[in-house]
């Protein structure tokens, strides 16, 4: 593994399923984050965790969950999906969570809520 | 109105032509990213600015303070430039959260 990486890169889900979107880096990064990304609106931040055993909420939370039992999984869960949750969704870390450090992306996940 | 605002939405030109992108934003800043997504969706970060400018290769980003504005200059445009170019801030009261403009898409024809 080099970088970050998030599986599936697609999946195409039945409302009311519950999914976990899976991401791992192997860059040591204490940060990371969980964004969707929809048309005209821009990237939005879903969950963030500042280090290992700590999360916390983004601009976007409601419907999602997330954890962070190790440095390098951050996996995303939608206990109940809906079709509003149709979307790309980014997972991005950085080697601290504090002021202009560069986020690096991985290539995305591409869900739909049917 | 957004706190983070790119101009133009959607830019077309010609291969070789000098390429501007805007972002003005309306909170205070710590630092400003220029962030390239690429047609197949790929996020690669360009640059991290909190004053002046920085070069590299063919990109060109400036930032001023005080106007809260910032700049994205490609020289020599080529079609592999052709992407989505986003503008994101780190505001000055937040340890983690950026504030994400909604892109430019660049499209660089032969």
């Known amino acids: 593994i080099a970088g970050i990486t998030q599986a599936p890169t697609s999946q195409i889900l039945a409302a009311g399923r519950r999914m976990t979107l899976r991401c791992t880096q192997d860059m040591r990064h204490n940060a990371m984050y969980w964004y969707r990304q929809d048309l005209g609106l821009g990237l939005r931040l879903i969950h963030y965790s500042n280090t290992a055993g700590t999360t916390g909420k983004g601009e976007v939370p409601d419907g999602y969950s997330v954890s962070r039992a190790n440095t390098d999984d951050f996996p995303l869960t939608l206990a109940s999906a809906v079709p509003s949750q149709t979307s790309v969704y980014f997972c991005?870390?950085?080697?601290?969570?504090?002021?202009?450090?560069?986020?690096?992306f991985g290539p995305g996940t591409r869900l739909t809520v049917l | 109105k957004n706190e983070v605002e790119q101009s133009p939405q959607n830019l077309t030109a010609q291969e070789g032509e000098f390429i501007t992108i805007n972002c003005s934003y309306s909170v205070g800043i710590s630092a400003l990213h220029w962030l390239q997504q690429h047609p197949g969706g790929g996020i690669v970060s360009l640059f991290m600015l909190s004053s002046g400018k920085k070069k590299h290769g063919r990109l060109i980003a400036t930032i001023n303070i005080q106007e809260k504005h910032s700049s994205l200059h490609i020289t020599a445009s080529h079609p592999r430039d052709s992407a989505v170019y986003i503008c994101?801030?780190?505001?000055?009261?937040?340890?983690?959260?950026?504030?994400w403009g909604a892109g430019t898409k660049l499209i660089i024809k032969p």
């Open positions: 994101a801030v780190h505001p000055a009261d937040s340890n983690y959260q950026l504030i």
């Open positions: 991005a870390s950085s080697n601290q969570a504090g002021v202009g450090d560069t986020q690096y």
